[in-house]
């Protein structure tokens, strides 16, 4: 008679050794990294692949001087050999003789541009000329993680002229590690183009646009700001005093007080968002976080009286204009030509003809 076939049940985890959680997470982040890597690589060895069917093209478009027939021609041909490929369209061919005509040295390149996806690559192709530029937007887009339409909207609002461009003390006020991360966490001009304001002086309208768009307004704080609260009550004494939004930055490690004006730029905003920061600082902050920030947002500035209002004060704030129009980076033709997202998956997937 044969032995019936049995299988190791699981031993519960009560019964594991005391050490074994830190086993269990040391195998996780090994897995997860193993993951990581492995998509990276392949990742890098397509966009090798394109660059180099892309550096042949152009070659053999200068040398020979031939025409688009030649890319719709290959196109055909390639999918036939390879059916089950994607991403051989004629558009697509053309973008990879782009790719390697805007980075002749890309295999030896170990910047972060080595490492983004191919929709963010054609993103910075087809919307910026100069790589310094294309450069510094691969690194924040690695860095914060962005979607390839997350960078496409920072390209347009042009956030590298804005990035660290806020009036403030953080050199006065703050330790220099500290400063210089302040310093990169707020811009100049913020661009609102998630609202529609009614022509109004109306701070209540905005702050109320903004919190009903909050996760775009989150994508235009930056990365690492988490939403508090907004008219935050902070009760001093026997007064009541309202900061219109308060936020946490997770990388800063403290609390931002946001204070609203549909004004230009007055010195008493200053000594009235420090009060609000004082507060923050004593009813609401942990002790191991580190001192309130301040960010003045006005509908417009003077610089100098700016610099001059912060002058002496001990807390950290920043000074900087909002707008509501998006800033466009291209002639409006010229952007109307760009393929949308939906546009680029069908291309790489050969689900529509040329």
């Given at each position: 008679m044969s032995t019936p076939a049995s299988f190791e049940s699981t031993p519960a985890k009560s019964g594991m050794p005391e050490w074994y959680p830190e086993l269990l997470?040391?195998?996780?982040?090994?897995?997860n990294s193993g993951r990581s890597k492995a998509i990276s690589a392949a990742n890098r060895e397509m966009l090798l692949s394109y660059w180099s069917i892309g550096s042949e093209l152009a070659k053999r478009e200068s040398a020979q001087g031939w025409g688009s027939k030649?890319?719709?021609?290959?196109?055909?041909?390639?999918?036939?050999?390879?059916?089950?490929?994607?991403?051989?369209?004629?558009?697509?061919?053309?973008?990879?003789?782009?790719?390697?005509?805007?980075?002749?040295?890309?295999?030896?390149?170990?910047?972060?541009?080595?490492?983004?996806?191919?929709?963010?690559?054609i993103a910075l192709l087809e919307k910026l000329g100069d790589?310094?530029?294309?450069?510094?937007?691969?690194?924040?887009?690695?860095?914060?993680?962005?979607?390839?339409n997350v960078l496409a909207h920072h390209i347009d609002t042009k956030?590298?002229?804005?990035?660290?461009?806020?009036?403030?003390?953080?050199?006065?006020?703050?330790?220099?590690?500290?400063?210089?991360?302040?310093?990169?966490?707020?811009?100049?001009?913020?661009?609102?183009?998630?609202?529609?304001?009614?022509?109004?002086?109306?701070?209540?309208?905005l702050e109320g646009q903004l919190v009903e768009h909050v996760e775009k307004f989150l994508?235009?704080?930056?990365?690492?700001?988490?939403?508090?609260?907004?008219?935050?009550?902070?009760?001093?004494?026997?007064?009541?005093?309202f900061a219109d939004l308060l936020f946490y930055n997770f990388r800063l490690r403290s609390f931002v007080v946001v204070e609203l004006k549909a004004t230009a730029f007055k010195p008493e905003y200053v000594g009235q968002i420090n009060m609000y920061m004082s507060a923050v600082d004593d009813l609401m902050a942990h002790p191991d976080d580190k001192p309130t920030i301040g960010l003045l947002l006005c509908k417009t500035k003077n610089n100098v009286v700016?610099?001059?209002?912060?002058?002496?004060?001990?807390?950290?704030?920043?000074?900087?204009?909002?707008?509501?129009?998006?800033?466009?980076?291209l002639p409006e033709e010229?952007?109307?030509?760009?393929?949308?997202?939906?546009?680029?998956?069908?291309?790489?997937?050969?689900?529509?003809?040329?």
């Open positions: 997470a040391s195998v996780a982040r090994e897995v030649v890319v719709t021609r290959l196109s055909a041909d390639v999918r036939s050999a390879f059916p089950d490929a994607r991403g051989f369209s004629p558009r697509n061919l053309r973008y990879m003789k782009s790719f390697a005509e805007a980075w002749p040295d890309f295999p030896m390149l170990q910047a972060p541009l080595a490492t983004l996806p191919w929709y963010h690559q790589p310094e530029t294309r450069l510094w937007y691969a690194a924040a887009a690695v860095e914060s993680g962005w979607s390839r956030l590298h002229e804005r990035s660290g461009k806020a009036v403030n003390n953080f050199k006065a006020t703050l330790p220099p590690s500290d400063s210089d991360l302040a310093q990169q966490a707020f811009k100049d001009p913020y661009v609102f183009d998630f609202v529609s304001m009614t022509g109004k002086r109306n701070e209540r309208e994508l235009e704080l930056g990365q690492g700001f988490a939403f508090v609260g907004r008219q935050v009550r902070l009760t001093i004494g026997e007064d009541e005093f700016a610099e001059y209002s912060l002058r002496g004060f001990a807390q950290p704030i920043g000074v900087a204009e909002w707008e509501s129009g998006i800033v466009k980076s010229f952007a109307a030509t760009l393929p949308s997202i939906s546009e680029l998956e069908a291309e790489l997937s050969d689900d529509t003809p040329e």
